[in-house]
């Protein structure tokens, strides 16, 4: 009774494994769940305070469909004045969510058999999103190696329609140099490419600097910048993120929130106005904190012998389990002998099947467990 289409992706492998881990808990194990990319903190107190004020001023209708225009002035602000990309208000949608514009632009742009230029490994709803669309993927290793023009020019076609990069990325924690992303930017503007760029993690770095594609000459009239508040303000279950598009892909991002969602939440839209408008002290606390994590895990890691690259942002360890058996051997390990939840690699493309991704969105106090357990077990 199913369309045909939901045979062109499966579950989404992060979930599913949260799902794991919560069965477990239920049945009282000692579970650790490394497999979910949400922050632990609670969210600051400022914006919960706004959402309460929201409520009490019965701010609880529809909002336009683009959303209110105080949010929307304030995120066209802060693209141009942090990201140095041209926007107004006209160019900002506000989402339930930034997996919902990413699904927005997918159904906005691509055609059927259009083909789309993935980073590999990738978060696993890109994939999910292009093929529900109609489209197609063509993948470009970036694991432990940079992306040059010439890997890109051999999967063109010319049904390519779309790059998609997310730098800070999930799963790998590399940010993208400056010199790759221009060799990214030559290449859409010579094959008059869209490029998708999430960012939703600019402001989790750890000595590094965010730089948006869409600054570069001739690239913010092609790129879609998807961006929210989930993470950077631990705001995961508020449900409220944005897209930064050129009025053309606006206009069709639009008719689909009209005609799916209608808006992002109310009260979303008013504590989130809150937490760009305020202190980013929080933030910064926030990211000295992962930043704590990430030294510990990746120094404990290389002890045991589990090459970790130095995540650069997110919060993420990629973790090279060569000589541990595969991505699915090494996870269903841990499950079984260690009562630890991770993701297998394979869920974020072809390059995955030596890794497994570890969130360390999760306490010290877990984290040093969790290394405890790792390492007993190998």
């Known amino acids: 009774m199913q369309a045909k289409r939901l045979n062109r992706i499966e579950e989404s492998a992060t979930i599913k494994m949260s799902h794991i881990a919560q069965q477990l808990q239920d049945e009282g194990k000692d579970v650790l769940n490394f497999s979910l990319g949400e922050p632990d903190f609670k969210t600051p107190e400022h914006i919960c305070e706004a959402a309460r004020q929201a409520l009490d001023l019965e701010y609880t209708h529809y909002t336009s469909s683009a959303g209110i225009v105080e949010l929307r002035e304030e995120i066209a602000k802060k693209i141009r004045e942090e990201n140095q990309v041209d926007a107004s208000m006209e160019n900002v949608i506000v989402t339930p969510g930034a997996k919902q514009a990413i699904y927005e632009l997918m159904m906005a742009v691509l055609d059927e058999g259009d083909e789309v230029i993935m980073l590999d490994p990738a978060w696993v709803t890109f994939e999910a999103a292009v093929k529900l669309a ?18 890109l020019e051999s999967v063109l076609s010319a049904n390519t329609k779309m790059i998609i990069i997310n730098s800070p990325n999930n799963p790998g924690g590399y940010v993208l140099s400056e010199k790759e992303q221009r060799e990214i930017a030559e290449f859409a503007i010579e094959h008059d490419l869209i490029v998708l760029s999430d960012e939703i993690y600019e402001k989790i770095l750890y000595g590094r600097k965010h730089v948006s594609i869409a600054s570069f000459d001739g690239m913010h009239e092609r790129t879609v910048i998807i961006n929210g508040f989930s993470k950077t303000y631990a705001m995961t279950g508020w449900r409220i993120g944005y897209a930064v598009a050129p009025l053309e892909i606006m206009k069709g991002m639009l008719k689909i929130q009209q005609h799916s969602v209608t808006c992002a939440p109310s009260i979303s839209q008013f504590a989130a106005l809150t937490a760009l408008k305020s202190s980013q002290d929080c933030v910064r606390e926030m990211v000295c904190e992962f930043q704590k994590r990430r030294d510990v895990i990746v120094r404990r890691l290389n002890e045991m012998g589990l090459r970790c690259v130095d995540p650069e942002g997110a919060f993420y ?4 389990t060569s000589g541990h058996g595969d991505d699915v051997e090494f996870t269903e390990r841990l499950l079984k002998e260690a009562y630890i939840v991770v993701t297998p690699g394979s869920a974020f493309g072809l390059a995955g099947k030596d890794y497994v991704r570890l969130s360390f969105a999760a306490s010290m106090e877990h984290i040093l467990d969790g290394m405890d357990r790792i390492e007993r077990l190998l």
Do not use: C, H, L, Q
């Open 134 to 151: 109609g489209g197609t993927i063509k993948w470009v290793k970036r694991v432990e190696e940079d992306v040059k023009y010439e890997s």
């Open 317 to 320: 360890a990629f973790i090279n």
